[in-house]
């Protein structure tokens, strides 16, 4: 037997009405705050992560899923959804619409990471960009909009908040880091050793036990922003208080990500353990500039939908369960069967949720497997039925009956569904 990859999943059809109810609340949220959908290839050609993710993160030196492809270029399998709403933005020229430019995915990503509860190989994201607005009042938005998911999905997590500042006051940040790590090189892991060098910033996301020892007395990053940097930040507290989210300052906060400037955020939830991040995201003004469009500001998130459902399975949400047939026709013979499917296809016609026996079940199997799919009403077919030109329905609930003729079933069934 084949088996399935390690690290991915399969959503099978008795469960996938959950994936379908995230996905609804995820896209109705995003209709509320006029976002439009954006769709990007599962790949693209690795020079725009290496550029885009930053060739110091794990995810570009150790997760991607990178191959040759038969043109003998370099593909990568999507490791996060930003990288290529970027370039589409870019490439299609979105910076000379309408700004700013509002969108979300949902889509597949893809990162060779050790596997455990909610960390998988292949999972997916709803996630969000804004371009081109520079101001608070749109960072502010996406956390809401991220509040408002959640909320909707019945999560409780806090939001964490932090501003990692922009390249000249990370200078000098960076150069605080250096100096206090120094002394503790040794102590530093092999990756860590080589950050210190390349990119300082990635030493505080760094999740060896050790390190996290020894980034715990790290300087703060808050207290190395530039004026203008700080004023955002203020301006991030003051817009967040106005939509009335709460929050906590988390200096610890860098992600895995270099394209972020400023505001960096994250969403946790202390219901499934390490893997508690449920929802990531920030303002990146360098990275449209940095893939070659015209510089324009940018912010947003993405939420794993894998760990969405993992908070609400561990905390007792409920998803709405899903519709069932309003109708199943029973046929007591071959002949019957015929006419049982007949109406059924009539029915679906109508637009009625029905179904039928496909198995040859007796009669009395039938009923039980009506029973077992949630079908509201049970239209029996016997011999004289079939003469009659009429059914008997049961209500499944009352077990009351009533003969319903053959030509009169949809519009019966139809007022039924009313109900
Ligand atoms: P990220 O923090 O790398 O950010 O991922 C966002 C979310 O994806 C995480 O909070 C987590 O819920 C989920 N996730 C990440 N890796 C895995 C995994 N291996 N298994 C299951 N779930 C996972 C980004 O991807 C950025 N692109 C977010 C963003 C959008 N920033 C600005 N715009």
Not at 176 to 193: M, N, Q
Not at 413 to 419: I, W
């Amino acid at each position: 037997m084949i088996n399935i990859p390690k690290g991915t999943k399969d959503v099978l059809p008795a469960d996938a009405y959950k994936w379908q109810y995230v996905e609804g609340v995820a896209r109705e949220t995003a209709k509320l705050y006029n976002l439009k959908e954006i769709r990007t290839p599962v790949f693209e050609h690795t020079e725009l992560f290496l550029r885009g993710v930053g060739d110091t993160t794990d995810i570009v030196t150790k997760e991607m899923y990178t191959f040759r492809d038969k043109g003998d270029r370099s593909i990568t399998l999507k490791p996060e959804g930003t990288a290529g709403a970027a370039r589409s933005f870019i490439e299609n020229g979105l910076g000379n619409g309408v700004l700013p430019a509002k969108m979300y995915y949902i889509t597949p990503a893809f990162r060779y990471e050790r596997p455990q509860a909610g960390r998988l190989r292949e999972f997916h994201q709803f996630g969000v960009e804004v371009f081109g607005a520079k101001g608070a009042d749109a960072d502010a938005e996406v956390i809401s909009l991220a509040d408002s998911l959640l909320k909707r999905l019945g999560l409780k997590v806090k939001l964490r908040i932090n501003s990692i500042g922009c390249p000249s006051c990370r200078a000098a940040y960076n150069k605080a880091l250096k100096e206090y790590f120094a002394p503790h090189l040794d102590g530093l892991c092999y990756d860590c050793k080589a950050r210190f060098e390349k990119n300082p910033l990635r030493l505080l996301d760094c999740k060896e036990e050790e390190c996290r020892k020894i980034n715990a007395q790290a300087p703060s990053i808050l207290d190395y922003l530039c004026p203008e940097c700080a004023e955002h930040f203020e301006a991030l507290k003051a817009y967040l208080a106005l939509a009335g989210i709460e929050y906590e300052i988390d200096p610890r906060i860098v992600r895995g990500l270099d394209y972020y400037t400023r505001t960096v955020f994250e969403f946790v939830s202390d219901d499934i353990g390490a893997q508690g991040t449920v929802c990531g995201g920030g303002r990146y003004d360098g990275l449209i500039g940095e893939l070659g469009g015209a510089p324009a500001p940018a912010v947003g998130f993405a939420a794993g939908i894998e760990r969405l459902l993992l908070v609400m399975e561990s905390t007792g949400v409920k998803i709405p369960e899903e519709e069932k047939p309003l109708v199943y026709f029973a046929g007591m013979d071959a002949e019957c069967r015929k006419k049982a499917f007949a109406l059924t296809i009539a029915l679906r016609h109508a637009g009625i949720y029905a179904e039928t026996d496909h198995m040859e079940r007796s009669i009395k199997a039938q009923f039980k497997y009506a029973d077992k799919i949630g079908a509201k009403y049970v239209a029996v077919i016997g011999g004289n039925e079939l003469q009659e030109g009429a059914m008997n329905v049961k209500c499944m609930a009352s077990s009351e009956s009533e003969k319903v003729d053959f030509s009169s079933a949809a519009e019966y069934f139809r007022k039924k569904k009313g109900e």
